[in-house]
């Protein structure tokens, strides 16, 4: 079972660039959320989905759009990228419920230059 | 504001137990997760408390005293694979999941 993969998992983008990142999970779970990680800070969530048509702001959305045609793809995208927004991202799912675990994919460093 | 408090890093020795606290002020509370997270890789459930007490899993346990805002994951019987980040995260009354920035653990032979 693949579980949750993301694409690229890497990527060097040039600022001003538009680019996005691929999220695909194959558990049929509702939820899907997309984080960015960095050094000395919690994961923090940048847009979710709690079922397919659906999708909410998190606490740093700005700079970021999410669409969720299907249960399985979440993609994330950055219409113009700034350095600000070179991070390690996490894509996450969950079952049904707001208290199930979430797991995570491999994740995708993005650098902006 | 919602905040999660936790070491930025503890060493331990291998076999030894450590202790990882954790404290947190959300709005609202729907449950605690502990996550661990390996160098380079994605975090990983470990546990989930959302009653007050001990919930034990094998080596690793979780505690959660919701009246003082704190949990602790313990882990005893260190082993070098237990060498990861460990990420503390409150689900509040948005049912969103805040997160602390993660303890280091640095086990040593």
């Known amino acids: 079972t693949a579980g949750i993969t993301q694409a690229p998992t890497s990527q060097i983008l040039a600022a001003g660039r538009s680019m996005t990142l691929r999220c695909t999970q194959d558990m049929r779970h509702n939820a899907m959320y997309w984080y960015r990680q960095d050094l000395g800070l919690g994961l923090r969530l940048i847009h979710y989905?709690?079922?397919?048509?659906?999708?909410g702001k998190g606490e740093v959305p700005d700079g970021y759009s999410v669409s969720r045609a299907n249960t399985d793809d979440f993609p994330l995208t950055l219409a113009s990228a700034v350095p600000s927004q070179t991070s390690v991202y996490f894509c996450a799912s969950s079952d049904s419920g707001a208290l199930a675990e979430q797991f995570f994919g491999p994740g995708t460093r993005l650098t902006v230059l | 504001g919602q905040n999660i408090d936790q070491p930025t890093e503890m060493t331990a020795t291998e076999g030894a137990i450590v202790q990882i606290n954790c404290t947190y002020q959300t709005s609202g509370f729907n449950g605690l997760f502990w996550y661990q997270q390996h160098a380079g890789e994605a975090p990983t459930f470990l546990s989930y408390?959302?009653l007050d007490g001990l919930e034990e899993k094998g080596r690793f346990s979780s505690f959660l005293s919701r009246s003082k805002g704190y949990s602790y994951l313990l882990l005893k019987e260190l082993q070098m694979k237990d060498s990861a980040s460990y990420l503390c995260?409150?689900?509040?009354?948005?049912?969103?999941?805040?997160w602390g920035a993660g303890t280091k653990l640095i086990i040593k032979p």
């Open positions: 995260a409150v689900m509040d009354s948005n049912y969103q999941l805040i």
């Open positions: 408390n959302v």
């Open positions: 989905s709690n079922t397919a048509g659906t999708t």
